[in-house]
């Protein structure tokens, strides 16, 4: 049963426009989450995270939106560039970091000219 | 600083045999985990390791996969004796106490035949 949802495998957006990946999670008792983007035959690299107290949290051209009413959080990437071009995992917690994380399947961006 | 380093790089074993992956933390990370990733699947949780000691094994999928952490510092994952469902990415994240966010290696693609 999978507790972390990124229902879109895969998404394709034009250099310059905004690119918007979504998660869901059905655990109400996450209270930490993190998005991590992975190249290939890299391993996964942490991106941004938000608090479950926030609903906002901004670094640069990634923006982290949490709707916890409605368990659903995305990530906006504005302006998209082609070395945006990864699969973008969402990942959850209960625990502040030291605690085991729950991925999704990934999301693959691919960001064209 | 030295990443996390994982190796090999890449194993093709037969069903039957054991192999052994190692990871290398970064120096002066306390808590150390693996991850594995199946056939394009979501990135799940095995195991995870503060020190020398197992905090959470709660993922490991069975008794065939043995995970050791000599002196607190590098990881090995064994896999005795080797199934074709074991094929995966399997990686390894090392993290300091009180900090956000995982630094991963870059995986150790095993393909069980």
């Known amino acids: 049963d999978q507790q972390v949802k990124q229902n879109s495998p895969s998404l394709s957006v034009q250099e310059g426009r905004i690119s918007i990946l979504n998660c869901d999670y059905t655990?109400?008792?996450?209270?930490?989450f993190l998005w991590y983007k992975k190249y290939p035959a890299e391993g996964p690299t942490f991106l941004i995270s938000?608090?479950?107290?926030?609903d906002k949290n901004e670094d640069g051209r990634f923006t982290v939106f949490l709707n916890k009413s409605a368990k659903h959080l995305s990530l906006h990437i504005v302006p998209s560039q082609p070395g945006d071009s990864a699969v973008y995992f969402c990942a959850a917690s209960y625990t502040y970091n030291t605690d085991k994380l729950i991925f999704g399947t990934g999301t693959r961006l691919q960001v064209f000219p | 600083e030295a990443g996390v380093t994982q190796f090999p790089s890449h194993s093709v074993i037969e069903k039957g045999q054991t192999v052994t992956l190692r990871c290398d933390p970064i120096s002066g990370h306390d808590n150390l985990y693996w991850y594995r990733r199946v056939m394009g699947k979501e990135i799940k949780f095995l195991l995870h390791f503060v020190k020398e000691s197992k905090q959470d094994e709660s993922g490991m999928p069975n008794n065939r996969f043995l995970a050791e952490r000599t002196g607190g510092t590098y990881s090995t994952l064994k896999v005795q004796p080797a199934e074709l469902e074991d094929s995966g990415v399997y990686f390894c994240?090392?993290?300091?106490?009180?900090?956000?966010?995982?630094?991963f290696g870059s995986g150790t693609r095993l393909t069980v035949v």
């Open positions: 655990n109400s008792m996450f209270d930490y």
């Open positions: 938000i608090s479950s107290i926030k």
């Open positions: 994240a090392s993290s300091q106490s009180g900090e956000y966010g995982y630094t």
